[in-house]
């Protein structure tokens, strides 16, 4: 199967797990267009989902689909979520955001009762790191920020470039109105001390890291679907 058979295997899986008159959480990115395909064709057959989209392109193939959205502060209490990842490690850790939609979808899936990721094999990794970490900031003062970031990488032996994401001529500009460095720092030992440490640096709006959020995660292979719960 090739890489997006895969994808749409995973999301078939995590289709299964949505209930007719859930409030759901859609989420961003290759994986998660898939999985909105999928609903949008339950839709028509008369399943009966209230969408609330991570980012504006989730919200613009919905609408297309026919899927009934409502926004989060008209919908604030979500059953589920479901979106893909870009790193899955053993204890359901993710990064996200190479879609450049990590804020929405942190805020959804933190307002939801359960997220289940879905992805192929090639997602899932015994450590996070080797997909270039997205933080989100603010353009202003963004060199302060970036030199903030790195010293608080150098305190946890991390190190390596932090690239703005480009979009044409210019910088990519997230759904918020707002910038995002890549940080390529290589495996990140501990995920949750570089989580808090970037949490407190005010030009950061958010980062990819995802901590203890997911609670399951359906991964695709050629051999076939599995789901994963985090281990300790």
Do not use: W
Not at 188 to 216: K, R, W, Y
């Amino acid at each position: 199967m090739d890489a997006r058979q895969l994808k749409i295997k995973a999301a078939e899986t995590a289709l299964e797990y949505v209930e007719d008159g859930m409030r759901l959480g859609i989420g961003t990115g290759s994986t998660a267009r898939e999985f909105i395909a999928l609903l949008g064709e339950k839709v028509a057959n008369g399943f009966n989902v209230i969408g609330v989209p991570t980012s504006e392109a989730t919200a613009r193939q919905c609408l297309e689909l026919g899927i009934e959205l409502k926004s989060l502060d008209e919908s604030p209490e979500l059953d589920l979520t479901i979106d893909g990842a870009d790193e899955i490690d053993p204890s359901l850790n993710l990064i996200k955001g190479g879609g450049g939609a990590l804020l929405r979808e942190k805020i959804v899936a933190s307002a939801s009762k359960a997220m289940i990721v879905i992805a192929d094999e090639t997602k899932v990794v015994d450590q996070l790191g080797a997909f270039p970490l997205p933080i989100e900031v603010m353009p202003f003062g963004l060199a302060a920020t970036r030199i903030a970031i790195e010293k608080a990488a150098s305190r946890l032996d991390l190190s390596g470039s932090l690239d703005l994401r480009r979009s044409g001529d210019g910088p990519f500009m997230t759904d918020g109105g707002h910038y995002i460095l890549d940080a390529s720092f290589g495996r990140i030992p501990d995920a949750e001390a570089l989580s808090v440490a970037l949490n407190i640096i005010p030009g950061v709006v958010e980062h990819g890291l995802f901590i203890d959020i997911a609670t399951l995660a359906v991964v695709a292979s050629g051999g076939g679907v599995r789901t994963l719960k985090a281990t300790e």
